[in-house]
């Protein structure tokens, strides 16, 4: 059945190389920007070192891609942010561990395949666990509090986030405009999120 499907189980993850890019069919999720990226910039991200894009691909139907994840080094800076916000963040660190930066992953870029989307899978949400828990493995290679995304500011990406645990940095827009400093006509493309990975 469709909606009993199990990532672990049922798909194989690789690395994305040169090498799937060229055997597997193109990827496509439906979001101009994303299917640009994995399509023409994911391979330059990892040959530079700037990102590493991983992909999962069908055991039953190997050619066929059913997400991409990219991911990058990163860390939040707290004098870069609002101290307002920064309560929301450190809510959970003990008072004698907070410091100026922590270390985090950052999502560059998340897809799921048009054609697998919905129909109950969870694929973009069994993604999201395989790497909370990744990243909690005492075979992490170095310490991650946690995970930040620059998720597009719409509902449907905002509603994927928060339901998969992730907050808003700056509870309003409004707050993070002032942050940013943009003026009344510029849109504000992106909200900032974090995921702690202590929170079970």
């Known amino acids: 059945m469709r909606d009993c499907f199990d990532l672990s ?25 994303l299917d640009d ?15 590493k894009t991983y992909c ?9 891609i059913l997400g991409m994840i990219t991911l990058a080094n990163d860390s939040i ?14 809510r959970g660190v003990p008072n004698s561990k907070r410091g100026i930066n922590y270390p985090a992953v950052l999502i560059g870029r998340l897809g799921v395949s048009a054609e697998d989307r919905g129909f109950g899978l969870n694929i973009g949400s069994q ?7 990744w990243f ?14 620059d998720a597009y500011n719409n509902p449907r990406t ?17 707050e993070e405009r002032d942050f940013l400093e943009l003026n009344d006509e510029e849109p504000l493309e992106t909200r900032f999120m974090f995921f702690d990975l202590k929170r079970r």
């Open 158 to 174: 905002l509603h994927f986030y928060e339901k998969n645990g992730f907050k808003l940095l700056y509870k309003t827009e409004q």
């Open 127 to 133: 993604i999201m666990d395989f790497v909370k828990d």
């Open 56 to 64: 999962w691909v069908k055991s039953s139907n190997p050619k066929h």
């Open 9 to 33: 189980k049922d798909a194989v993850r690789f690395p994305y190389t040169s090498e799937v890019a060229s055997f597997c069919k193109p990827f496509s999720c439906d979001d101009l920007d």
């Open 77 to 90: 800076k707290l004098k870069l942010h609002a101290k307002s916000a920064l309560n929301r963040l450190q």
């Open 136 to 149: 909690r493995s005492s075979d992490n290679k170095t310490g991650c509090r946690f995970i930040v995304v």
């Open 37 to 51: 990226f994995f399509t023409n910039e994911a391979l330059l991200y990892d040959s530079e070192m700037l990102g």
